[in-house]
């Protein structure tokens, strides 16, 4: 009698697919993230809000830059129902418009309203410090000395 020995599995052809755990249940989000492009920033822009156009934010947000995102360069975000779309091949869900904008444009936005708060912060303090009077300060640097042994 011989017994027959059969050989082995590789260790490559084995998976661990039966011991992971199963995913759980999630609820979809109502505005999809775009999958990351180099160099660009993304933005849902409002396009009306409870059925109204709101022509004067996008036409403001266009000539800041922002320009539509074309629904067949993100084919990731799926795009259910027959509504007439403003933007044709863009991406709208729910009165928003998924608009991008080179990254550079969203850095000069931010210095430029980081420089405006700078201002207006520079501003009420010099309005505050204006009404100080030497006699009776609203700000005093105070300072303290500590002296050792007998040294008045």
Known sequence: MTDAVQPRAK?????????????????????????????????????????????????????????????????????????????????EIGGLLLCKTPVEFTVDRDAYFANQADAQMASVDNTYMRESDPRMPMFKERSTKVVFGKGL
């Open 11 to 91: 260790r490559e052809t084995e998976s661990r697919a039966e011991a992971e755990r199963p995913r759980k249940w999630a609820p979809p989000q109502l505005l999809p993230d775009p999958h990351p492009e180099a160099g660009y920033a993304f933005r849902w822009i409002r396009l009306s809000t409870l059925g109204t156009s709101d022509a004067l934010n996008i036409s403001s947000k266009l000539r800041e830059g922002w320009e539509p995102v074309k629904a067949s360069e993100h084919p990731e975000i799926r795009l259910m129902g027959g509504q007439a779309n403003r933007f044709p091949d863009s991406i």
